[in-house]
């Protein structure tokens, strides 16, 4: 899902990399030091999960495990996904500096917003598995929407290939909820203390 340099317009951008600062910024302060194990495993996970990639347009379509990396992390999923993009971009030249704010925050918000409202489902056994396949679907359409809205708003004549990269994450969605789902249900039985949950 991210979106190759020299494409987007300035304004975008900055408009992307102010919304990264200010959430890393966040997330790192928020960010429970006991916690930092589990954070850089889920930064490799992402790493790993999005090397594969399927070339869409100007774009590209993989895995991102936002709704998981929000629903464990929060806040922290923006420095996450951040140093995750940043060592892709550094090895295998996926996306771009400049693009690399724009990228973060077209994952990272979504992930966060899935945290904000699905999270307290997570504590109802029965709710717990629509709230991972919701966060799942919802952070990969509120990513692959903020990639056409960066495109859309950089040049009009994007605008087709906006509609092409949204149509091209519509299994993604599916493939994501269902992983997620099945992530947090095993979580929940092994290791609910990643989930905020009390063992049994």
């Not at 200010?22 to 999005?50: C, N």
């Not at 590209?60 to 923006?78: I, P, T």
């Not at 140093?83 to 971009?89: K, P, R």
Request: contains cysteine; hydrophobic residues 60%.
């Amino acid at each position: 899902m991210h979106i190759s340099e020299g494409v987007l317009s300035p304004p975008v951008l900055l408009a992307g990399a102010a919304i990264t600062v200010v959430g890393t910024a966040i997330g790192l302060k928020r960010l429970d030091y006991e916690r930092v194990m589990t954070v850089s495993l889920l930064t490799a996970t992402f790493f790993v999960a999005s090397l594969i990639h399927v070339p869409v347009g100007p774009g590209n379509v993989h895995l991102v495990l936002g709704g998981l990396l929000g629903l464990l992390l929060g806040w922290a999923c923006f420095p996450t996904i951040l140093v995750a993009l940043l060592l892709q971009t550094l090895f295998f030249q996926y996306g771009g500096f400049l693009v690399l704010g724009a990228n973060t925050a077209s994952m990272a918000l979504p992930a966060l917003l899935c945290s904000l409202l699905l999270r307290p489902w997570l504590k109802e056994g029965r709710k717990r598995a629509a709230a991972a396949f919701v966060a799942g679907f919802l952070a990969i359409l509120g990513s692959s929407l903020l990639m056409a809205l960066a495109l859309a708003a950089s040049d009009r004549g994007f605008v087709r290939s906006a509609q092409i990269l949204v149509a091209a994450h519509l299994p993604l969605m599916v493939v994501e909820g269902i992983i997620t789902m099945f992530a947090v249900a095993f979580l929940a039985k092994v290791q609910p203390e990643f989930l905020g949950l009390e063992r049994p």
